[in-house]
C-alpha cells in the first residue's frame, strides 16, 4: 500500500536554529499538508498545498514557518528559528480527490 | 468556527465489552467525516471513513460508525474490543465535499482495553 514518508523520525533541535522537515507524499497525490500534534493535544492542522502554492494556512502559521516542493517529489516544512512552544510530532499528509487522506509516520520534533 | 467534538476523554473497558465513542461536529453543510486510530508511538491510521451514501460505515478491525446527519454526529462503535485495540481515536471532518482541504480533528480519545 502506497505510504507517505518522513525524514527525520526524531529531530532535536537548540532554540533559534533553523529545522527542515522532510516528506515524500505518495506519488499521484495533488493535495499536501502539514498537520502537528504538542503532547497530549489534539491534531492540528498547520498548511495544505496545492498545485504549488499555499492553498490554506491555520494562524499557527506564522513568517517562520514556510513550505516548499523543491522537486518532483519532495514536501518540506521548514521553522526559521525554533521555539521551545515549536516542540511537538508534525506530521505529513497526502490526498487526491476521491483518494484516502493518508498520514505520514510523523517527525518528533524537540526544540531545547 | 467549525469545530468537532469528542466527549469521552479516557475510556476503559475490559476486553469483549462493547465501545461506543462519541463524535459531535459543528457545521450545517456537507462534510466528510473520518476516524483515525493512533496506536503508541506510532501515526495516525484511517479507521474509516463518510464522504456519501449509506450512513453505517464499516472500517477496519471490526469498527463501525453511523453518520446520523440530524444529530451532527458520527459515533464509532465496536461490539467487542481487544486489548490490541488501546490506543488514541480521533474524529476529523473535512467541510464540504470531496477528499481534499484542511482536517479539523476532536480532541481525541484515549481507549484503554484491560486484558
Known amino acids: 500500500e502506497p505510504e507517505v514518508t518522513q525524514t527525520p523520525s526524531h529531530q532535536v533541535t537548540q532554540m533559534g536554529q533553523e529545522v527542515i522537515l522532510r516528506c515524500v507524499p505518495i506519488s499521484n497525490h495533488l493535495y499536501f499538508y502539514w498537520y502537528r500534534q504538542i503532547l497530549g493535544q489534539k491534531v492540528e492542522f498547520l498548511v495544505s498545498f496545492y498545485n504549488n502554492e499555499i492553498s490554506e494556512k491555520s494562524e499557527i502559521f506564522d513568517d517562520q514557518f514556510s513550505v516548499e516542493r523543491p522537486d518532483g517529489s519532495n514536501f518540506t516544512l521548514k521553522i526559521r528559528s525554533t521555539k521551545l512552544e515549536d516542540s511537538a510530532m508534525y506530521f505529513c499528509?497526502?490526498?487526491?480527490?476521491?483518494?484516502?487522506?493518508?498520514f505520514g509516520s510523523g517527525t518528533r520534533l524537540t526544540v531545547v | 468556527a467549525q469545530s468537532v467534538s469528542q466527549h469521552n476523554h479516557h475510556v476503559i473497558l475490559s476486553e469483549a465489552a462493547s465501545l461506543e465513542l462519541g463524535c459531535n461536529y459543528s457545521y450545517g453543510g456537507t462534510v466528510n467525516l473520518f476516524w483515525y486510530v493512533q496506536y503508541p508511538g506510532q501515526h495516525l491510521q484511517l479507521l474509516l471513513k463518510y464522504f456519501s451514501g449509506d450512513p453505517l460505515v464499516k472500517g477496519i478491525k471490526g469498527f463501525e460508525a453511523e453518520f446520523i446527519k440530524s444529530k451532527f454526529s458520527f459515533n464509532l462503535r465496536k461490539p467487542s474490543v481487544q486489548w490490541s485495540d488501546t490506543a488514541e481515536y480521533f474524529c476529523a471532518v473535512i467541510i464540504g465535499s470531496g477528499n481534499t482541504g484542511k482536517l479539523i480533528f476532536g480532541q481525541g480519545t484515549t481507549l484503554q482495553v484491560k486484558p
Open positions: 499528509a497526502s490526498s487526491d480527490p476521491g483518494v484516502s487522506y493518508t
